[in-house]
């Protein structure tokens, strides 16, 4: 006699409730609109802008730090004018030196 071996289907997987939560679950993760992928990358995303916030951040401090330097002192207002826009008084004359750069080969 032969016997048919019958392949039986376990338990947990004919309860129909179990079978629905799967297939929701795996909805959610992989086929929804909001899925893992997309999170993990508007994740990423917030974490880059949050470093360019803090980086931002010190720079305006830095530069609130040097306007308060600048418009405290007139030397130092004197010579970032000079260094910066080249301005001079009526009796100098200006040479501007280009910086020198070494030939490549």
């Known amino acids: 006699m032969e ?3 019958r392949f039986r289907v376990p338990a947990f997987l004919r309860n129909k409730y179990i079978v629905c939560g799967v297939f929701f679950f795996v909805w959610l993760l992989f086929l ?11 994740y990423t995303e ?3 802008l949050e470093s360019q916030k803090a980086f931002y951040r010190q720079e305006i401090d830095r530069a609130r730090q040097d306007q308060y330097e600048l418009l405290s002192s007139p030397e130092k207002l004197e010579k970032f004018a000079r260094e910066q ?8 004359d200006l040479f ?5 750069r070494p030939k490549a080969n």
Not at 37 to 42: A, G, K, N, V
Request: glycine share 0%.
């Open 3 to 5: 016997m048919k071996k």
């Open 96 to 100: 501007i030196v280009p910086e020198s």
């Open 46 to 48: 917030v974490n880059q």
């Open 32 to 42: 929804d609109r909001h899925n893992i992928l997309s999170q993990y990358q508007l």
């Open 85 to 92: 826009y080249r301005m001079k008084k009526e009796e100098e």
